[in-house]
């Protein structure tokens, strides 16, 4: 198993958007309650404090 540092930076845009930037590259989310969906094609559903699923879409 290999591990290793990760960096990521979220800056928010407005209420709903975010701006996410790492490593690999800069990416926009926009959340819509418990949801939430980003440029990249990810989608994760915040199921309670601490404990989300997270998909790829695309």
Do not use: Q
């Not at 975010?18 to 309650?33: D, E, M, P, Y």
């Not at 969906?37 to 790829?56: E, M």
């Amino acid at each position: 198993m290999t591990m290793g540092f990760v960096w990521r930076k979220r800056v928010r845009l407005s209420t709903s958007t975010s701006l996410n930037l790492s490593k690999t590259g800069a990416s926009v989310s926009k959340r819509a309650g418990r949801a939430s969906v980003s440029s990249r094609g990810n989608s994760s559903f915040r199921i309670a404090k601490g404990l989300s699923f997270r998909k790829k879409l695309w």
